[in-house]
């Protein structure tokens, strides 16, 4: 098995990597990637980030959302979270199965005196609380296992990020979070480690001691084709936010009127406005609006009746 460490904390670049190792690295051995990320939120392949999301929380404190290629559940990045993924031949034995890449870490785990569970959705579990998560996903003749280890997160901002507008009678489909029951492995280890170390151990415990030889290292042509996945895709609001699942989402605005929308591929399908005041204009300005502020912006300016900006934020902010 290679492995490609990455030093890059920009998460666009790791996720752009990953993706550029399953589709496009030709390279018969199975490989590892290893990474962390400065503080990001990223949302799983199927999440909504304005439903499925503490949005308003996330947007005052200007923290980036990135879309990645795997489903599951978003979760909150910061230097204290080690991200892995196998990427590996698309086998029957591998297909499913969580436990032929969670095993070691198990074992890994164990040795440092932490012993875990692997339950049947992934979860990496100790005395009831997450300790790692784990998705999977297809790709022709290849497969990626991807997973994070908590190490020393910063717990109370994954809550804040994570904590949900509640679902109503009307919603569409959408990724039910269990965001309040993960612990640090830090807190559990039997030897002060620092994340350095910890990481360090890990390597040489899924690799072995021959880490250095089978470390692969990008080239320039490997990143200038990463850095082409990142503009061409997960930089955009087209699969940030395009990707999103349809939704409802309803808003009071300014005490005036109701308003109901139906979002279908990030653009604005329907729109209901219940309100005393003539509200044609407005329903023209929305109707088949992307659903950003750069759209809203360019539509509200044909409707003067309302202060588009206290608008925009009532629906995307609050």
């Known amino acids: 098995m290679f492995t490609i ?16 190792v399953l589709k496009h690295l030709n390279i018969e051995e199975d490989i590892l990637l290893i990474w962390q990320n400065r503080e990001t939120v990223i949302i799983g392949r199927d999440q909504n980030p304005y439903r499925d999301l503490n949005y308003p929380y996330i947007h005052h404190n200007e923290l980036p959302i990135y879309r990645r290629l795997t489903s599951g ?19 029957a034995e591998n297909r499913n199965n969580h436990q032929v890449f969670v095993q070691p870490i198990l074992d890994f785990l164990r040795e440092l005196g932490i012993t875990c569970d692997l339950e049947e959705s992934g979860d990496i579990c100790l005395n009831g609380k997450r300790v790692s998560l784990n998705t999977q996903r297809l790709y022709k003749t290849k497969m990626i296992h991807h997973g ?26 959408k990724v039910i979070i269990n965001h309040k029951n993960i612990s640090n492995l830090k807190e559990h280890l ?76 990030g653009i604005i399908d329907r729109v209901s406005i219940d309100s005393f005041e003539n509200v044609m204009g407005l329903l023209k300005c929305l109707e088949g609006c992307a659903f950003n502020e750069e759209a809203l912006e360019e539509s509200l300016v044909n409707c003067p009746s309302v202060d588009s900006v206290k608008f925009i934020d009532t629906l995307l902010h609050q």
């Not at 990455?6 to 550029?20: I, P, Q």
């Not at 895709?233 to 940030?240: A, G, S, V």
């Open 5 to 20: 460490i990455s030093n890059e904390t920009n998460a666009l670049f790791n996720l752009a990597l990953e993706e550029y």
């Open 73 to 91: 559940e978003t979760v909150y990045h910061d230097n204290g979270v080690i991200n892995y993924s196998f990427i590996v031949k698309n086998l």
């Open 148 to 173: 994070v280890l908590f190490f020393s997160t910063d717990l109370e901002k994954q809550t804040q990020v994570l904590d949900a507008p509640a679902l109503n009678e009307f919603e569409f489909n």
């Open 190 to 265: 039997e030897d002060d480690l620092s994340i350095k170390e910890f990481k360090n151990l890990l390597l040489r415990k899924l690799i072995g001691e021959d880490l250095f030889d089978k470390k692969y290292e990008l080239d320039y042509i490997d990143k200038t084709k990463i850095h082409k996945i990142i503009k061409e895709k997960y930089d955009t609001w087209e699969w940030i936010y395009g990707e999103s699942p349809d939704f409802i989402i309803k808003k009071e605005f300014d005490n005036r009127m109701m308003i109901t929308l139906i979002i279908k591929q």
